[in-house]
């Protein structure tokens, strides 16, 4: 690797700046040393202006055309703007002044990887590997490179070596994270976090990321503390505060995920997202008035936010503001048409404004995107059978019930449906199966049909599956 450079000071940098500039509007050649080229340069890239930066990187090259530092810079910036031919050709140069230079290869390997050319990518890092100190950042691009491939496994071996060598490599944490998360093997992430946290205790995002371990394995309780841990040790974490909330709506504790949602605010801009999560959690707590404020706002934000819209006519159909509420599933749909839970409110909607057929279109479409909605073959069914269509009801529990061979509630809807019928020796063997699946839920059958609880054959077969 280059010897680092004894960086200008600020106050140093500003003269060599404005010196610059002064000599490009005077059309003129100054000369400046290596240290105050490499600051001129550091200044246009942190003002986002690489076009600038490589203008400089020209005139240093030609001051100085044995430094190969200005061949490296001059490398990078044409790699950030995508001239990968460019910034090969660039680095071939430095490689003739100073072959065994490790920074060459580091920088090849990632146009190489910007490129595509992975196996080409992973030699050259190898190489850098070889010639360079900082190791944990080549092996933190490796690990990229073999993202970019798909070999998320390589990744994590990678990343791993990466924070053996420096734990508080953030970004590592975040692409392990991720990593895990592409290969849904949440419980290694956990094991991996709780080791991590035992050398660096102190450590948020390792806490942070332990905690999105569990929320992705439903370990709402675990999330929370870990998420805790994460704020107690920088208190301004506003997605270690979201995430929290997130985890209390998951435990159904939406006055406290409020509260978590709220002390967001202290730390970061109001977001369309948060305020769609309090709008929500409003909307639980039946404050359907103050959820519906929340939920405009967000919209107002974020006009794309289907969860917004869709919240909004929840609120209205809660206050049976049906043909109300309509208009605002329908915007929620027109941004995600394959979302089941927006179809349902349609359907119901729909339903509640008796307009039948379009009900039942809705419903079709519900159990089409989610053929496991249990409520959602119950209704459908439901419409047929208060329109005396017996037959059409009992073809859609059956259908019902070859997708969720496990739900007693369709097998006691269906001994309804056939009992209804006249099919009485059908509407028995549907019986048992229900009772065999679930006896407990026996009750749903006399919710549905009341009348047949004082069916003897029925009672009799009852008491075989439940204690007395």
């Not at 600051?39 to 003002?47: L, R, T, V």
């Not at 490179?145 to 953030?170: P, R």
């Not at 099919?423 to 065999?436: P, Q, R, S, T, W």
Request: glycine share 4%; charged share 30%.
């Amino acid at each position: 690797m280059q010897e680092e450079f004894d960086f200008e000071s600020p106050e140093e940098r500003k003269i060599s700046v404005d010196r610059y500039e002064e000599m490009i509007r005077n059309e003129d050649q100054y000369f400046f040393d290596s240290k105050a080229f490499e600051g001129i340069i550091d200044y246009y890239i942190e003002k986002n202006d690489p076009i600038k930066a490589l203008q400089v990187a020209d005139y240093a090259i030609n001051q100085h055309p044995f430094d190969i530092t200005f061949l490296l810079k001059q490398a990078q910036l044409y790699s950030s703007t995508q001239q990968f031919d460019k910034a090969l050709h660039a680095l071939a140069k430095a490689e003739l002044l100073e072959p065994s230079e490790g920074d060459i290869f580091f920088i090849r390997g990632g146009v190489y990887g910007s490129r595509g050319q992975f196996n080409e990518a992973k030699e050259q890092l190898f190489q850098a590997l070889s010639l360079s100190d900082n190791k944990d950042e080549i092996y933190f691009h490796i690990s990229v490179v073999y993202q970019g491939e798909g070999d998320f496994e390589k990744a994590i071996y990678y990343l791993k070596k990466t924070l053996e060598l420096n734990m508080e490599n953030q970004e590592a944490l975040y692409e392990l994270a991720y990593c895990y998360d592409i290969l849904d093997k949440q419980e290694e992430s956990v094991e991996f976090y709780k080791k991590y946290i035992d050398s660096e205790p102190y450590s948020y995002y390792a806490w942070y990321n332990l905690g999105n371990a569990y929320h992705k394995l439903t370990q709402y309780p675990e999330a929370i503390d870990a998420y805790d841990y994460a704020i107690l040790i920088k208190e301004n974490f506003s997605s270690a505060y979201f995430n929290k909330g997130n985890a209390l709506v998951n435990l159904d504790r939406y006055q406290e995920a409020l509260e978590v949602y709220k002390q967001t605010f202290e730390y970061e801009k109001p977001s369309a997202d948060t305020y769609c999560a309090i709008g929500e959690c409003l909307e639980k707590l039946e404050q359907m008035e103050e959820a519906r404020v929340f939920y405009k706002k967000a919209v107002k934000m974020d006009g794309d936010l289907a969860d917004a819209w869709f919240g909004i006519g929840v609120t209205l159909d809660f206050e049976e503001r049906h043909f109300e509420s309509l208009h605002f599933y329908k915007k929620a749909l027109e941004l995600d048409d394959a979302n089941p839970d927006y179809w349902f409110a349609i359907a119901d909607a729909r339903y509640k404004l008796k307009q039948i057929d379009l009900a039942q279109e809705a419903y079709a479409k519900v159990v089409a995107l989610n053929p496991l909605d249990v409520d959602a073959w119950l209704d459908y069914s439901s419409i047929f059978f208060e329109q005396d269509k017996v037959d059409e009801a009992i073809e859609i529990v059956s259908e019902a019930i070859t997708n969720n061979p496990e739900a007693a509630e369709l097998y006691f809807r269906m001994v309804a449906y056939l009992f209804a019928n006249g099919k009485y020796n059908d509407a028995i063997v549907f019986l048992e199966l229900g009772l065999a699946t679930d006896p407990e839920k026996h009750y749903i059958l006399f919710d549905y049909l009341p009348q047949l609880q004082g069916n003897h054959i029925i009672s009799e077969i009852i008491k075989k599956y439940t204690p007395k």
